[in-house]
Structures are given as C-alpha cells and as structure tokens.
C-alpha cells in the first residue's frame, strides 16, 4: 500500500486487503542453523508491531532490538504470538554486528474486534506487545464502489457515476474505511466527501491515526462540497474514518482527501560532521514530505566557501523526502568550522563542519577522534572536558565555555595526555590558553611517549596561541603538564598537535588505461616520485612526474606508489594504485549465459574487503526505484570531457543517467528522461495496472543490454500518454543519450490465436497489461524483449519481441500462449539467457500447457527459442510433470531464470540449470531439454526436489550464480547454497552459508581473478517491505561461512538506502554499485 501526491494535496491509494478479508498464504520456515544467547549481558530490550491495528487478513510487521550487537553467527529471537488470528515465524535473525530484525505478523480474518499478543525472547529477556484485529468493512464490489475509488482523485458517485464512490454493502454506523502506507508521512488536514445521492448521509463519524489520536467529525454535506477537517500536523503511517452516525442504507464516500502541510526542508544532516581536509563527507536534505512529480530544488549554501563548497541546490525527486549531496573541503593547515545550509519552502535548517589538517600516519592531531584524551581533572558538569581541548574550536568563557578543557581547581600539577591507537610522527604543537582573563598558564613542559621532554610557556592570554617546535618524534602519545600558573581553574582552550606528513593522497587509486592519477604528499621539502621502487617509474609500471601525476602502463596490475622526502630520505610515504582492463558489465548478471561472474576483478579480493578496508564511498540520488541492475563502461569519451568510466542507472521515473563511475558527484554526466507532464507523458500509476508489485510508479524496470560494438544502450521503457499506454524501444548514444536510429520506437505486434484477450482469430500485445521485466539479450545483433504481467491481471499472455540493433526494425514475435492464458515471462528480473550457438532461453510461468499434446501453449515451461525465417520458434522445451500442479498452487516455474552452464564433462556437456518457487533445482541438457513426462521428471539429467525452501513468498527468484564449477543460489527463507558441479553432475548435499534471509529475491554476483580471489556478493532486501535498507553482504566464494563484509558492519558509515527487490549488485574495477529506491550507491576501498 502506497501514499502518493497528486496537485497541491496528499492522497493516499491501496489496491487490496485493507477494505476486505484478504487469505493467508505460506508457510513458516525455521532456520537450520540456531546461534544460542552468549553468556553476556546482550539481551531482547524491546519488540514493537506496527501498525498497532489491522483490518483482519493484513499483516504487520514486528521489529525486535537486541541491547547491544548480535554476535558472530547473529542472534534468534524466539517468537511467540498466544491467538492463532496473529501468526509470527518460530524465530527471526538478528544479523551480526546489528541490534534489530523486523519480522512479519501474518493475520487471519475475524469477525469480532481480536486481540493478540506477540511475544520475544532472547538472552533471557522478553519482550512483548499488543496487536489489535478488526473485522472487515465492506465494499459493494458488483456495482464497481470499491474502498479504492474513494481514492481516485475524482469527486463522484450515484445518481452520477457510480464507479467513481465507495459504497459499503448495507451497512451504516460502524462502517470505516483506512488506507496505509510503506512509510511515515505528515498530514494536517482531510476533506471528505459524502456519496451524492440524498439517501445516504453520514452524521458523524472519527477519524483515527496510527499514532493513537482520534478527531471526531460532524456531519457530511450532501451537496458534495466535502467536509473540511484541520488538525495539528501528525506524523502517521495510517488513517481511518469510521462511521458512528448516519441514515440511509449503504454509506460510504465520494472521495477521501488527505493533505499534507506545506512542503518545507525538515533537516539537513552531514555525515561525518568532522573531517579531515580533503575528505567529502555527504549531506542529506530531508523534506517534512515526499517532493512533487517534478521534483523540489533546495537551495544550498556555505559560510565558509574557500573550506567548504556546496553546489547552488540539490533536487529531491519526485516522490522521495530526500536528497544527497557532497561537500568539497580542499587541503587546509589550520582547523576550520562551516555551517552549511538550505533552503526550501521558506524553511533553513543548518549543520556545522568541523574540518582539520590530514594527520598521518599515526592518530596523533588537531581533532584526534580516534586518539584518548585523559586529564588530572575536569568540570564535567559545566562541559568544559578534557576532549575539547581537541575539537578543532578555539573558544571558551567567556565565549563558549563548552569548547575548551578546564580542571576543577588546579593550576600547576594540572596536565592533559592524549594517546593514539598506533604510532604516529609529530614536529610541532600549538597551545592555547584559556581566553578568560582570569587563568594564565606561565609555564609547562611536553613529555613525550619516547621519555623526552620539551618545556613550553609561558601561553598568550590573548587566545593567539603558542606554537611549540620540536625535532620529528615518532611517539603514541603527548601530554603538557603545567608547572606554574595563575587563576583559579587552568586549562585548555585547544591542544593542536601536528603530524610531520608520512602520507600520500589518495591512499588507494584504481585506474584503467586511459586514465592518470593525481597524487599528492604533504611534505615541506622536495618530494622524490617512484613506482614500484623505480625513481618516476617506466613504461612497464607506469610512469609517475616529478608533480606526482602518475600514467599508466598498457597492461593491467596492482603497484606502489612512493613519495620520498629528498632532505628526510627516513621520511617516506606510500599508495596502492591498481591498473584495470575489465571493459565494463554490459548485460544483466554479467553475459548472456547469465552466471553473474566478473574474472576480471583485480583490485577486490578476500584479503581487503573487510569493514577496516571497504566501505561505502558515495550516495548518488535518482529520480526512482531502481530495478535495473547499473552496467559499467569503461573508457567512454564524453564529448569536451574527455575519458570517463561510466555507470548507467535506470529509474521506474524513466530516467537514464550515466554517472562518472570513479569521481561521483551527485551530478551525472548526463541524463535523458522519457516522460513530458507537460504534454501529459508520465510514468504509470498502479492503480491504472491494478497492481501494486511495484510502487508507486512503473517506467524502466528490466535491465538495459550495451551494445560495444556500436556504443549504444538499449532500454525499454513503459510510459502512460494521454490515457494511452506505451512500451518503447530505445536506442541510446553513450556519450550524450540522444536517440539514435530514428527510435524510439513502439512495441507491438500480434499472432494468430484464440487465447485469452483475442478478437478475430488474434492476440495483440496490450501494453498496460504486460511488464518488462527481464533484462533485455543483444545477440548477434538483435535485442531481444520478454514480458509477462503486472501481479497477475488478466487478460495476459508470454511474449517475445525481436528487433534489429542497427535499425530498430522489429524482426519476429512470439507468445507463449497464443491459444490460452497466461504463461508470463518475467524470471524475476533475470535476463533473457543465451548459447553459442545463438539459441535463446526463456522460463514461464504460470499458465496454460498443451504443447504436450501438439497445442501451442507452454505454461510453466523453458522454452529453447531461435529466429527462422522471421519466426521466433520453439525448437524445443522442457515442462516439469508436476505443471499443473503448480500453475494451480501459483508456483510459477519461471520466478527462476535460466543460467546456461560453460560445457562440462561427461555424456551431457551442453547444460542449463533453473529454480521455481518450488525450489527443486534443474540441470537440463540443452541438446535435449527432455519435453514433459507426465510420469516423473527422469528423463532430465538431474533433479534435486527440495533444494531449496519453497512455497509462498519462499523459493527461487531470478538466475542462480556460477564461477569455477560452483553454483549458488538463495531462495526467500533459506540459506545461500552452494552446488558443486562434479562430472557434469551437481554434488548433495550443497555447501551452506551462514546467513539466513526472509526474502531471498536477489541473485548473487561473483567477482573474481580467474580462478582466485573469488568473492560472493549479494544484496539483502528483506526490508523492501517496510522501506528499510538494502544490506550488502561479500562473501569467500571458496567457503560461505566466511563472511568478508557487511554493510551492517561499521554502524551507519555504510548504510545504504531503502531496499529494492530482485536487485543484483555491479562489482566492477574495484567497486560495487548497488541500486536502491532513490539512489545508486557506491562502496570500494576506503581512501
């Protein structure tokens, strides 16, 4: 259920269970691997439902939060629930190094206002809380009033039209309509609109808020003017109305209307919010609700520009409260604040930016946030600590006394010490006294970790400061103590200890052949350049000026980088920099068998991605959700900016964008859009497909294909215009995205049938009923473009098209049921797979099957697919005996996707393997896939029946993984498995991960070097539900116990946003490229 805004007000629309009974469906699954409480005192602080109240047969979700982080394994709370009309999984995980899990709380219908408590328990704490269940409303679904029409934007009903109001079935006080949305919004007023006829007329009524609050209503108008009702805004994830007085016989609404105040900036938060220079840390500004269709600018300012720059603005999207940014802060000396700020709707919100010279290598320096700060005494109640002696603020009483260190009634014997983690090199300090005139220090002495001691004083009273120089000492740590002093309290108002520079800038580089790497070190005498130990380096390494620009040789490798101080030869610094030749990811999961490996992966391995090494670098915003996997490109020439890596993100806003994929900013390169409001082109609303599998807009969801022999992107795109509904086929120039060959061009086409939908003896493709979600194939020259359906509304068929690259003529189509229903093509999100011999692979789902019997239908089937005389045609298939069973239970054969094998040894070297939401698991031989056997599935090379948690929500989505004889795969409620291909065979039992995920849609990646290095990745999106955040999980590919990296790893440094189904990570030259649902971010090493 979704909110969406529509002109100047809020308006709320669901699509199903919230106004009637809704069944139950699934099975719970108990995790095979349990991880016992430690003995310690983490323990289950709290659990809380919401929303706190549901319509029987709606489900809620449960949040458990441990006291402290799971441990290693992560940690399962035990769950309980004592009224079987509220069902909870046995258990939910708390992943390793997090302190909450959410849980869903499925619902059965009740006929009586129910109440259920959910229990938890973990570490010998419990925890528990109340969800309420109310009985159904009721919608008059024969005459077209449903609870959702209340919603449509249009002010109507009886005696006009009818379809345009909720009608209840003969009910009067007690009837109620709620709508309930993914995430919080802020609401301040509602207008409602009683049915028009004079019959019906509600007297009174209550609205009711998922914050608990309730405002009564009085009577409706009859005459459709509405009733307007105000409020002080409330931030809420629900509304309902209930009637509790009215005449006629069947109440209801003509329109219900929810507005949210006026739109305004709420915060705007930086991260980190101290830094060293050169060092960018992100903003994020929130508006207090979603931005309108065409987006909100706010306007951004510095007030320390020349330390702190900011672009003019930054646009949050359509339909998103958020929005990053990057703050630049060049090389400085001397500690600096700045405030940024922005601006819109008449609101400023602020942050402050502490910003400090780079301290390297040790943790010894201005603003040592890493170091540990001791004092013979402080004024803890005032605030003056000892840590504010290092905060980079020069200040104190009488200015602001909560920015310096004071002690509690000392003056000589008075000393402050801070201590680093690791050892690090100084040459100077600069004290600052207290400024009031009252606390002079007159003299002190530096005691250094290497028993030397330098004397200092006496301190300037006038807060100059006095700057103390010394022969670089490699130390852990420095105290000043005082030995004489006046006043009543001494202290400090800053204690800045400065590094002699060892480092070189950037500490990590990645390159590809056309690129050069500006490097920089820090030292005051003249620097000497080597690479690899060789004085400006050669051709070989790469070559390396006397300015530190560095070029790189033709051939791929990892090198050092070394700065030498020609007066100091003791005083060195050193970077990583590797040299890349992967050419880019041009299809979804890699290539068109579909195995999801990168073999050109030097620079990730197991021995760096760790949460110490590997983190998240960048958050570029977007327009939309982003379904499509991004594709990189290596070495593109954008015209009059030279060489670029690019990566490509696609929007369900239709939006292309193509980001520099080494130096992202939040401006990309360039981005096209396919949608005009203004000439009424505009993405497709799910109420106008009837379906809310993706919300709240469809545009772009299958995953483009990179054509590198011609450099241009295709994407298909759907578009509402003008009440008329449009697939398209693009062809894109990578350098600018303009259209290239006279496209875009319209998707259509039909076959001679009588299947579902049919007239006169054919079936035409209906663009609103059909969705593209698999990712398109380019195969010798032709796209190829599969579709199925949005959540199952009928009339919907397979379908196939084919069109030429080079002219974007449309060369063959094909349906999969021509002569029945359904038979969707949707896998998903996987791509259409190829081998290469250029046949084409698809999977089904469910639907009609006959081809056993010479019909031309193939439900729930793999379809081995080739174009023959303008005809795509189905050289041959494999339907599972057991197909109608599953077309009946809706275990589509075809959620899965199609991997096809490298040749293997033994009888069958041509293999192919899939996975439905049944979860057995397939290896089939593509030089005969085995048809159906009605009699069992033996004819097949292999079958393994319950391979995989199936049923429900669990099963296979999407392809599973292959690299070096091993493929992976994860169904929802399972764990990732491994299968060992030995002999052409897959070794069982599998190799079993760790890590248990509810939803289990995403099919991993691998990155690799060849044969070593080899790493697992994979997105986990359990929260897509409720909006939360995606987590990316790296994995030993050569052993899934080994957990390399979690983004849940180092707090929220590394926290991506909210999470997107069927996603699939990009590893490519070093990073990894995940898409979220309003922004692409980016992880690598850490610089």
């Not at 709380?105 to 109440?115: I, L, M, R």
Request: aromatic content about 8%; proline content about 8%; overall charge negative.
């Amino acid at each position: 259920m979704n909110w969406r805004a529509v002109g100047a007000h809020l308006l709320f629309y669901s699509f199903c269970a919230f106004l009637f009974v809704a069944g139950l469906a699934g099975t719970l699954v108990e995790p095979v691997t349990r991880v016992p409480a430690p003995a310690s005192v983490i323990s289950l602080s709290s659990l809380t439902v919401n929303p706190t109240s549901v319509n029987g047969g709606i489900p809620s979700i449960g949040t458990v939060v441990l006291s402290s982080a799971a441990p290693v394994g992560g940690a399962q709370v035990v769950l309980s629930s004592n009224n079987p009309a509220a069902g909870v999984p046995s258990d939910v995980t708390v992943p390793a190094g997090s302190n909450s899990a959410n849980f869903t709380v499925s619902t059965a219908p009740v006929s009586a206002p129910t109440v259920a408590t959910i229990s938890g328990s973990y570490g010998g704490g419990t925890q528990s809380a109340p969800l309420d269940g109310t009985p159904p409303a009721s919608q008059n679904t024969a005459t077209g009033q449903l609870g959702i029409k209340a919603f449509d934007g249009i002010i109507d009903g009886s005696p006009g039209d009818p379809t345009k109001e909720w009608a209840s079935s003969g009910q009067l006080a007690g009837a109620w309509i709620q709508v309930t949305g993914p995430r919080p919004v802020i609401i301040s007023k509602v207008i409602l609109n009683d049915r028009p006829n004079l019959q019906d007329n509600v007297l009174s009524g209550t609205l009711s808020f998922s914050d608990a609050s309730n405002v009564p209503v009085s009577p409706l108008p009859n005459d459709g003017s509405g009733l307007l009702v105000t409020f002080p805004p409330k931030t809420i994830t629900w509304i309902r109305f209930t009637v509790t007085s009215a005449v006629g016989s069947n109440i209801g609404l003509a329109e219900f209307q929810v507005f949210a105040p006026p739109l305004a900036l709420s915060s705007l938060t930086l991260s980190p919010t101290s830094v060293l220079a050169g060092y960018p840390p992100t903003g994020v500004a929130t508006l207090n609700n979603p931005a309108p269709p065409g987006g909100a600018d706010v306007v951004l300012s510095s007030s320390n520009p020349l330390v702190a720059s900011v672009t003019q603005s930054v646009k949050v999207f359509g339909g998103n409260t958020s929005a990053s940014f990057g703050v630049s802060t060049p090389l400085l000396t001397a500690p600096t604040r700045a405030t940024i700020s922005g601006s819109y709707g008449g609101v400023t919100q602020s942050a402050t930016l502490d910003i400090t010279p780079p301290v390297a290598p040790g943790d010894l320096g201005p603003c040592a946030t890493s170091a540990n700060v001791t004092v013979s005494s402080q004024n803890i109640a005032t605030g003056q600590q000892g840590i504010k002696a290092f905060d980079g603020i020069i200040d104190g009483s009488p200015g602001d006394p909560t920015k310096e260190w004071a002690t509690l009634g000392q003056l000589a014997g008075a000393w402050i010490q801070l201590t680093g983690s690791r050892p690090g090199t100084i040459s100077k300090v600069i004290l600052n006294d207290r400024p009031n005139l009252q606390d002079n220090v007159l003299s002190g002495a530096l005691s250094f970790s290497d028993g030397s001691i330098v004397p200092a004083g006496p301190l300037p009273n006038d807060g100059t400061g006095l700057l103390v120089t010394f022969p670089p000492k490699t130390v852990t740590w420095v105290r000043f103590t005082v030995t004489s002093a006046v006043g009543s309290n001494i202290g400090l108002a800053e204690f800045q200890v400065f590094a002699t520079s060892t480092a070189v800038s950037p500490r990590v580089a990645v390159v590809t052949f056309t690129q050069t790497q500006q490097f920089q070190a820090d030292f005051a005498s003249k620097i000497v350049w080597s690479v690899d130990g060789i004085a400006g380096g050669n051709s070989a390494v790469g070559t390396i000026s006397p300015t530190g620009l560095y070029t790189p040789p033709s051939s791929a490798g990892a090198h050092t980088v070394q700065a030498g101080n020609a007066d100091q030869p003791s005083q060195v610094a050193t970077a990583r920099l590797y040299v890349t030749d992967y050419p880019g990811l041009f299809t979804q999961h890699n290539d068109n068998a579909r195995t999801g490996q990168n073999l050109q992966e030097t620079v990730l391995t197991p021995d760096n991605v760790n949460s110490t090494q590997f983190g998240k670098l960048s958050t570029l915003p977007v327009d939309g959700n982003v379904y499509a996997q991004p594709l990189y490109v290596e070495n593109v020439l954008i015209p009059e900016r030279g060489y670029h890596n690019i990566v490509f993100v696609a929007t369900e806003h239709d939006s292309v964008y193509a980001f520099d994929a080494d130096n992202p900013g939040p401006v990309p390169l360039w981005r096209t859009t396919f949608i005009d409001p203004a000439a009424g082109i505009t993405t497709v609303s799910p109420i106008d497909v009837n379906a809310d599998n993706i919300y709240p807009e469809i545009g772009i969801t299958s995953t483009p294909v990179f054509d590198p022999a011609n450099r241009t992107l295709y994407v298909a795109s759907k578009t509402k215009e003008n009440g008329n509904y449009f697939h398209r086929l693009h062809a894109l120039d990578i350098t600018t995205g303009a259209e290239k060959y006279g496209g875009p061009v319209v998707i259509q086409g039909s076959v001679l049938g009588t299947g579902d939908g049919s007239s006169g003896g054919e079936v035409a493709f209906d663009a609103l009923k059909h969705l593209n979600r698999p990712g398109l194939l380019l195969l010798n020259g032709v796209v190829y473009i599969a579709f199925g359906s949005h959540d199952d509304n009928d009339p919907y068929h397979g379908w196939v098209f084919a069109y030429d690259g080079s002219t974007l003529q449309q060369i063959a189509v094909f349906n999969a049921t021509p002569n029945g229903s359904r038979a969707g093509i949707w896998q998903g999100g996987s791509g259409i797979a190829s081998d290469a011999l250029g046949n084409v692979y698809v999977a089904t789902g469910n639907g009609t099957f006959d081809a056993n019997v010479g019909g031309l239908d193939y439900g729930d089937s793999v379809l081995k697919l080739k174009i023959q005389n303008g005809t795509l045609t189905v050289l041959d298939y494999f339907t599972p005996a057991d197909q109608d069973s599953l077309n009946a239970a809706d275990l589509d054969f075809g959620s899965g996707g199609p991997l096809v094998l490298p040749d293997q040894p033994g009888p069958y070297p041509h293999l192919l393997t899939i996975a439905g939401k049944k979860g057995t698991l397939y290896l089939l031989n593509r030089d005969n896939l085995g048809r159906f056997n009605a009699g069992g599935d033996s004819q097949v090379v292999q079958f393994v029946s319950g391979a995989f948690t199936g049923g429900g929500d669990a099963g296979v989505f999407g392809s599973a993984t292959y690299w070096n004889s091993q493929v992976y795969c994860q169904a929802g409620k399972d764990l990732m498995k491994d299968f060992p291909l030995v002999g052409g065979l897959f070794s069982t039992p599998p190799i079993v991960g760790t890590d248990w995920f509810q939803f289990g849609r995403d099919p991993a990646s691998v990155s690799a070097n060849g044969s070593a290095g080899a790493i697992l990745w994979v997105l986990q999106t359990d929260n897509f539900v409720w909006g939360g955040p995606v987590a990316l999980h790296a994995y030993d590919a050569t052993n899934l116990s080994r957990i390399l990296y979690t983004s849940q790893q180092a707090g929220s440094r590394d926290v991506a946003g909210p999470a997107v189904k069927f996603s699939v990570p990009t590893v490519a030259n070093g990073k990894v490229f995940v898409g979220t649902q309003n922004a692409l971010i980016v992880y690598g090493l850490l610089p």
